[in-house]
């Protein structure tokens, strides 16, 4: 019974990662743009933040970084496709492609590093029950925060002038324009946003999830976010799901690792990167099912 309560609070944490990275990129796609750098962001954010905690000892402040170089590097992206109409695609795979290289630079004197002693969380009273105690009432702040801003994001984009805003400058963005809504800002604005959140999440791993730093430590998780907006159908709640879907299967080899299956572990390995591509593959059944619900501009540059 601890063992699985203990899977199932990695599920959460795991799922986490992915969620907030996933919901970054939601914003982006709301608004028409699609951005392929997320690994790149997530590895750069997870340096700055790492380093930042290794010299500060403050959590806070390596988010803080975190989500400072995520929205950085997406600012340059956002200016180039939205304001010099780059394609999307090869702009955002170039930022990918230069983020890797840039953290694994940068972050070669930090791979020896430590961090101070790691703060152990848990909700009085609540964390002593069994099974569900070790299971959902101690995690990080941030797990229960990745619900709390997905709850948000719903009603923001559902309810709220401004996601009425965001969803019409990406369903039609000559609509909005003839409206009088500034289309550009609001799409890099949503851009940035989605950094920020995509850097948040390279630095949670680094900081909390695995503390430590080492090239490449990413792993994939970038591509997986971006794949979730997919799988999703780019609304919040299902991308939440979907991330701790995903989180489960992830931490489902360490713990058939664990009970000593005889498993390849090269197999177990690549189980979350086979799970995306057989439900992206599922899903692209129904193509007419994603037109639907994916927003109409995505990835179509827009001159006012």
């Known amino acids: 019974m601890e063992t699985y309560a203990l899977l199932l609070g990695s599920t959460l944490n795991a799922g986490t990662v992915l969620a907030i990275a996933a919901l970054g990129l939601l914003i982006n796609e709301k608004a028409g743009i699609v951005n392929l750098g997320a690994e790149g962001m997530m590895l750069c954010a997870a340096i700055a933040g790492y380093a930042t905690v290794v010299h500060t ?10 989500m400072g170089a995520g929205a950085v590097m997406a600012l340059v992206f956002g200016l180039l496709v939205i304001w ?26 930090y791979v020896q590093a430590k961090l101070p002693e790691r703060m152990k969380f848990e909700l009085a009273g609540l964390a002593d029950i069994p099974f569900v105690g070790p299971a959902l009432f101690k995690q990080h702040p941030m797990v229960y925060l990745a619900i709390v801003f997905t709850v948000a994001l719903m009603w923001f984009l559902e309810r709220s002038r401004g996601g009425l805003v965001l969803r019409a400058v990406g369903e039609s963005p000559q609509s909005a ?40 430590m990413i792993a994939g ?9 997919t799988f999703g159908t ?9 991330a701790y ?47 639907v619900n994916m927003p109409a501009s995505l990835g179509k540059p827009f001159s006012p």
């Open 57 to 66: 000892g403050s959590d806070i402040l390596g988010f803080v970084a975190g």
């Open 84 to 109: 010099l109409n780059t394609n999307q695609y090869a702009t955002g795979l170039a930022l990918s492609l230069f983020g890797v290289g840039f953290s694994a630079f940068v972050g070669t004197s």
């Open 177 to 216: 324009h003839a409206l009088g809504y500034a289309v550009r800002p609001i799409r890099l604005a949503a851009v940035v946003t989605g950094g920020a959140l995509c850097g948040l999440a390279g630095a949670y791993i680094s900081i909390i999830y695995t503390p430590l730093w080492v090239e490449g």
């Open 221 to 229: 998780k970038g591509w997986i976010a971006l794949a979730l907006t």
């Open 234 to 242: 780019w609304r919040p709640a299902r991308v939440l799901m979907g």
């Open 245 to 291: 879907l995903f989180g489960g299967v992830t931490m489902l080899q360490f713990h058939l690792q664990a009970t000593g299956m005889e498993v390849p572990s090269q197999f177990l390995s690549m189980l979350p990167y086979l799970a995306t591509i057989v439900v992206l593959s599922l899903i692209s059944r129904n193509p007419q099912w994603i037109r």
